[in-house]
């Protein structure tokens, strides 16, 4: 696991994000992994992080675009239904290009974590930050501004900020 990911998965949980996990495991679609090995991967994380959902992609890609295989938002838009996320209030965290663009067709803002991947990126996300904490400092810094929007508002029954990631 990559250094600050537990500690910012519980600061997010602790301030009220609902966290999900968006992943393409084509891998399993061409045979070359096995379901079971990808699930017991995705159990021990749930065991060690407070995730609420993960979805998967398993579609091996390279045929007909599937509407779950990121870039395409279907992973994001499955969460938000089956967890009554408002995708306009939600982050889309990610270190490649095709995850910030499902976070851009999902409607979420977008934090590009720049590990030096030599791929380019589609279209500019949101922020652009160099490890996990410093995405989970700019989501707990913004919350505040958003809290305070919405009481000028007047809105009495606004839902908790959720977090994709």
């Not at 992080?49 to 979805?55: F, G, K, Q, S």
Request: hydrophobic share 40%; glycine share 10%; proline share 7%.
């Amino acid at each position: 696991m990559l250094p600050g990911v537990p500690e910012g998965c519980c600061a997010l949980k602790a301030a009220g994000f609902l966290l999900v996990v968006a992943t393409n495991q084509p891998d399993v679609g061409r045979g070359t992994q096995k379901r079971e090995v990808v699930e017991a991967m995705h159990a021990r994380m749930c065991a060690l992080l407070p995730i609420d959902r993960v979805e998967v992609c398993y579609d091996a890609g390279g045929g007909a675009p599937s509407p779950l295989r990121k870039p395409a938002p279907g992973m994001l838009l499955a969460a938000a239904e089956a967890l009554g996320i408002d995708l306009v209030q939600s982050w889309m965290v990610g270190d490649r290009w095709r995850d910030i663009e499902c976070g851009r067709a999902a409607g979420c803002r977008t934090i590009f974590i720049d590990y030096g991947y030599q791929e380019k990126l589609v279209a500019p996300p949101t922020h652009t930050v160099r490890d996990f904490a410093a995405a989970v400092r700019i989501i707990l810094d913004d919350r505040p501004r958003h809290g305070r929007e919405e009481a000028q508002h007047g809105d009495t029954a606004m839902k908790a900020e959720r977090l994709a990631c």
